[in-house]
């Protein structure tokens, strides 16, 4: 089957398992995951969402998530707004649930995952973690640009560092800057739209940052510079665009309002701005890269290690999503952020502690089967089937994996602290598919040596760790047994689906929610 032909038939095994078009409300996608939002949620068929091939896993938060992997759901969600428009002109509401049934089995390990995952969502759903899920919003758009503009800077840079094609150098050179000169624009924009206000006013407030005409400006005895104050400066206009475009709405006569409202809110946004905000979140800018390079100069092995430990359990909270400011930050003052390749190694640390799980359980196939199935997704920094479907729910492993991740992150730091920096021209990837976007200050090579060892440490550790310490006799007692499936229940791609594994008890609404995998990510 065509490539073309093989999304658009996920997409339409898709729909109709959500409840048909007229129960979707709205479609997005980030870097792994059909994001839907849904009127009725009763109506998805969860089982039968992860029994297609093409599904690693959903998820449940502000809306509902369907994992389809890097590159598979940038295709797939076009196709699906396609049939979901289609279906809208001629199909009446959905009346009645989900067809297939549900699964209840109670030795269904995934389960427990799913129930942890509804559980920490809850303790999520506070005033900080939804701004900072805002916040998230906001950035996540941008990370294909990120990542296509970030590679074609490492090829443009190995190509100069070679002395190749001097004649195209400079072309690449403007397609890899050209987005990063105008971040700023797009950061804004997404800002508006996020907060409630018109997008293309908060853009417009966020241009002026980037503006060449500000170095004319003196502001707090300074003359100011062009992109003064960056990404963070940027949020911060557009936000104060929303709060300014909705008081104008209140007050504004509507007869006046197409006239009056924009004019005010650029006007009023922007003198802010340019007197206030432009110094003080260069100031704010200034202060986050000088850290970092201060925490990784002085104390990058103690750090590192802290930083990949740490990591997968600040996923669990929500409290990674206020790291992706400060990412974009590094990146647009220095060209990487140095603690990306570190946050990895959390996923280093998980795929280790997955492959101790599979020679631990050596008689539980389904177990087994799912950690081939997800590993290789693993590998490329997709963690999240291996986290919730097999570490997560059993407990001591998720502990070990961050064992694994602190001992990876331990060894990058500590490079980083003997003077190797080793960073990332984009967020989003990490594993094996974040080394076409490493960068650092001592060459390609020493950059690439330096992640990659990290990654086999935190493999090693991670496995050595669960090996020996993640399982305790009533763990192994209960859960290295035969657990084989029977045909039926065995997905289309060779693994099983949640109703497979075993002891899993049914989720906190009476059904099998199966794999949820985490919210993330980056990093993982």
Not at 234 to 254: F, H, Q, T
Not at 378 to 389: D, N
């Amino acid at each position: 089957m065509a490539t073309e032909d093989k999304n658009r038939a996920t997409a339409a095994a898709i729909l109709p398992l959500v409840g048909g078009a007229a129960n979707v409300a709205s479609i997005a996608h980030c870097m792994t995951r059909l994001r839907l939002g849904l009127h009725d949620r009763s109506l998805v068929d969860d089982e039968a969402l992860k029994a297609l091939p093409a599904v690693m896993g959903v998820v449940e938060d502000d809306t509902y998530q369907i994992v389809l992997g890097p590159g598979t759901v940038a295709r797939v969600t076009p196709e699906f707004e396609q049939l979901v428009e289609k279906e809208r002109e001629t199909a009446p509401a959905p009346a009645s649930g989900p067809g297939g049934p549900a699964a209840t089995s109670s030795d269904d390990l995934a389960a427990q995952g799913a129930a942890i995952k509804a559980q920490q969502k809850t303790k999520n759903a506070t005033p900080f973690k939804l701004f900072l899920r805002k916040i998230a919003n906001i950035f996540v758009p941008l990370i294909p640009a990120l990542i296509g503009c970030g590679i074609i800077a490492g090829l443009n840079g190995l190509l100069v560092n070679l002395e190749w094609l001097p004649a195209v150098t400079p072309a690449l050179a403007a397609m890899a800057s050209g987005f990063m000169a105008l971040i700023a624009v797009f950061v804004g924009y997404n800002t508006a739209k996020e907060f409630g206000g018109t997008p293309i006013l908060g853009g417009a407030v966020a241009a002026i940052i980037v503006f060449p005409g500000v170095a004319n400006i003196d502001a707090f005895g300074q003359t100011l510079s062009p992109g003064q104050g960056g990404v963070l400066g940027a949020l911060g206009a557009a936000v104060l665009a929303v709060y300014v475009e909705k008081w104008c709405r209140r007050w504004v006569p509507e007869a006046l309002d197409v006239l009056v409202t924009p004019t005010l809110t650029v006007l009023i946004s922007g003198l802010v701005t340019i007197f206030g905000l432009m110094y003080v979140a260069g100031e704010i800018s200034s202060a986050i890269g000088t850290f970092a390079d201060w925490l990784l100069s002085n104390g990058g092995a103690g750090a590192g290690f802290v930083l990949g430990g740490l990591f997968l359990p600040l996923v669990m909270l929500g409290l990674h999503q206020a790291l992706i400011p400060i990412h974009t930050t590094l990146i647009e003052q220095q060209g990487y952020t140095v603690l990306l390749p570190i946050l990895a190694m959390a996923g280093a640390g998980q795929v280790g502690a997955a492959m101790a799980v599979y020679f631990r359980l050596p008689r539980n196939e389904s177990i087994r089967r799912t950690i081939k199935s997800a590993l290789p997704a693993g590998l490329l920094g997709v963690g999240e089937p291996l986290i919730y479907g097999v570490s997560l729910p059993l407990g001591r492993p998720f502990i070990t994996a961050c064992v694994g991740g602190a001992f990876g992150g331990g060894f990058v730091g500590l490079f980083n602290q003997l003077g190797d920096t080793v960073g990332s021209t984009a967020i989003g990837p990490s594993g094996w598919a974040l080394f076409p976007l490493l960068d650092g200050n001592h060459g390609l090579g020493s950059t690439i040596a330096i992640y990659g060892g990290g990654l086999l440490v935190g493999y090693v550790a991670g496995f050595l760790a669960t090996y020996f310490f993640g399982f305790g006799k009533d763990l192994l007692a209960e859960f290295n047994v035969s657990q084989e499936p029977a045909p039926s229940t065995v997905a289309a791609t060779g693994g099983p689906t949640p109703s497979t594994a075993p002891n899993r008890p049914t989720g906190p609404d009476g059904t099998d929610p199966g794999t949820d995998p985490a919210k993330a990510p980056a990093g993982v």
